[in-house]
């Protein structure tokens, strides 16, 4: 014959045991609407494919790359001849009634030729920023995935937990 007190240690026990498989605080309140039987039909699926790209550290370095990229293709464009033109117009003189219009009109084009080398080392560089950065996404995604796995084997082990609990309580 079981005491109030010891089924009062097996719901709170329950209840810390719940708490730790959803991820809560131990001291957060819950209201319980179903009995805790559905726990051991608890089942844990294959990798969530679909929640690797929303984690934050993967958009983090997703943007670093994209940043990357944007910096390559702008260094590959100085190689490319610059056009500019420029107007201004204006008036001159020491009073409104003796004054004369002035106009400007500039036109000028800027040919990388002897801008070359350093040009090429832009691009290897900026190149280079890609891989590294690639890499890094590459170490996400596989921390990510150890992250998701982790978090399965404690799910797996707080259920586990949670039987045993079950059974030395009956």
């Known amino acids: 014959v079981r005491t109030v007190m010891e089924i009062r240690i ?9 708490r730790n498989l959803i991820g809560l605080e131990a001291d957060t309140d819950l209201e319980l609407t179903d009995r805790l039987e559905a726990l051991s039909r608890l089942t844990v699926t294959g990798p969530d494919s679909d929640a690797r790209p929303d984690r934050p550290e993967v958009k983090s370095v997703e943007a670093r790359l994209r940043g990357a990229i944007v910096d390559r293709d702008k260094a590959r464009a100085e190689r490319w001849p610059k056009f500019g033109f420029a107007a201004d117009f204006g008036r001159f003189g020491a009073s409104i009634a003796n004054n004369i219009s002035t106009y400007a009109v500039r036109a000028g ?12 080392t ?7 920023r890609i891989r590294q ?25 707080a259920a586990e937990r949670y039987e045993v609990a ?3 309580v009956q």
């Not at 097996?10 to 719940?18: F, N």
């Open 10 to 18: 097996e719901h709170d026990t329950t209840l810390l045991l719940l």
């Open 109 to 120: 084009l800027q040919i990388p030729i002897f801008e070359g080398g350093r040009i090429e």
């Open 122 to 128: 832009e691009v290897r560089a900026a190149e280079n």
């Open 133 to 157: 950065v690639e890499e890094q996404l590459r170490e996400t995604h596989l921390q990510v995935e150890t992250d998701i796995q982790t978090a399965r084997l404690e799910i797996r082990a």
């Open 166 to 168: 079950k059974k030395s």
